[in-house]
Nanobody
Framework: VQLVESGGGSVQVGGSLWLSCAAS????????MGWYRQVPGNERELVAT???????TYADSVKGRFTISIDMASKTVYLQMNNLKPGDTAVYYC???????????WGQGTQVTVSS
């Protein structure tokens, strides 16, 4: 299974960015897909997830600013990030939970930098 991320980059405070992640390979069934982020020296933290049925979960810090969506046909998950803050600066990782295996798949990570 491969997760190919795109998007991200650098933006000023208050700006917007989007991320996308396309999954391919031997995927039996998607339970959830989502985004996590990590700052050097800190643990990876949940940003947002979405289930096969479209149920979403967001970190409190991004509620109202970020929107996660999914195209099940293409197995692509998106993250629209608005009103970005310096605290959103991190490497963002795509995640896929396949119902058939006891572990998650991860993308390679994409950098998001928000400057003031």
């Amino acid at each position: 299974v491969q997760l190919v991320e795109s998007g991200g980059g650098s933006v000023q405070v208050g700006g917007s960015l989007w991320l996308s992640c396309a999954a391919s390979g031997s995927i039996v069934g998607i339970n959830t897909m989502g985004w996590y982020r990590q700052v050097p020296g800190n643990e990876r933290e949940l940003v947002a997830t979405i289930t096969f049925g479209g149920y979403t979960t967001y970190a409190d810090s991004v509620k109202g600013r970020f929107t996660i969506s999914i195209d099940m046909a293409s197995k692509t998950v998106y993250l629209q990030m608005n009103n970005l803050k310096p605290g959103d600066t991190a490497v963002y990782y795509c995640n896929l939970d396949d119902v058939s295996v006891p572990y998650d798949y991860w993308g390679q990570g994409t950098q998001v930098t928000v400057s003031s």
